[in-house]
C-alpha cells in the first residue's frame, strides 16, 4: 500500500512540476500579463531565437542551426523554395503553424496548458 501511495504521490509531484515549467514559459512569454501568449507574442518571441541561433548573421538558418528545434521533415515543410535554409519570414510562418496546431480551441491565445500539450512543446523550441 505504501508503494501505490508513493507513486502516486510522484505521479502528482511530476504533473505539477510539468504544469509550473509551462506556466514559467507563459510568464516569460507574456508581456502583457494576461496570462495567455497570442501570435504576435510568440512570433516576437521567435524572432529573438532566430536571431540568437542564426551565429553567421545570414539572415538563414540551416539544418545544424536549427538541430534541436526542428527535425528534417519540419525543416522540409518550413522551406517552400526549398533551399535548404529558413528565413525569418519563413520562421514566422513556422511559428504560425504550430502556434494554430497549439490552439484547438481557436480563440488566438494560449494558456499554459496549451503550451505543455504536444503541440505546445513544438511551438516552445521555436520560441524559447
Sequence with gaps: MKITNFFAAAAVALAMASTNVYADALTALDPDKDGTVDLKEAQ????????????????TLDAKELADRLDAAGLKSGDPDADGTIDAKEYDALIAAKFKAADPDSDGTLDAKELGSDAGKALLKLIQ
Design 44 to 59: 516576437a518571441a521567435g524572432s529573438k531565437v532566430f536571431a540568437a541561433i542564426d551565429p553567421d548573421k545570414d539572415g
